[in-house]
């Protein structure tokens, strides 16, 4: 199985910046797809940002602009950069992955379906 726990959450100010982690383990497949979701009480999860192995990305309207999700070389380890942070960016954030291949970043949408894997979450907090 594929082991993911994330890195990083914590408070910010708003404008601010933060950088989440997730460290990926026993991943030995190829082809798989690396998302980035989010869910704040009384809410839905959603989904904000994809990367695939070719390095292709999406990501929601929501962030689009403000985030960035990127791989390390090596494949162990997501990042997502978070600037001009805004308090509805509050909420706890959540990696996941998949064996999708290229289909993750091809849809329009965030299909949760398609990731298979999850961690366990970190909170981001941004304060007005």
């Known amino acids: 199985q594929v082991d993911l726990m994330e890195f990083g959450g914590g408070s910010v100010q708003s404008g601010g910046s933060l950088n989440l982690s997730c460290s990926v383990s026993g991943y030995t497949w190829s082809g798989y797809c690396f998302g980035w979701f989010r869910q704040a009480p009384g809410k839905e999860r959603e989904g904000i940002a994809a990367?695939?192995?070719?390095?292709?990305?999406k990501y929601a309207d929501s962030v689009k602009g403000r985030f960035t999700l990127s791989r390390d070389k090596d494949g162990n380890t997501l990042h997502l950069q978070m600037n001009s942070v805004d308090p509805e960016d509050t909420a706890k954030y959540f990696c996941?992955?998949?064996?999708?291949?290229?289909?993750?970043?091809?849809?329009?949408?965030?299909?949760?379906?398609?990731?298979?894997?999850w961690g366990q979450g970190t909170q981001v907090t941004v304060s007005s």
């Open positions: 990367i695939a192995t070719d390095g292709r990305t």
């Open positions: 996941a992955a998949g064996h999708g291949g290229t289909w993750c970043v091809i849809r329009s949408d965030f299909l949760e379906s398609l990731y298979r894997y």
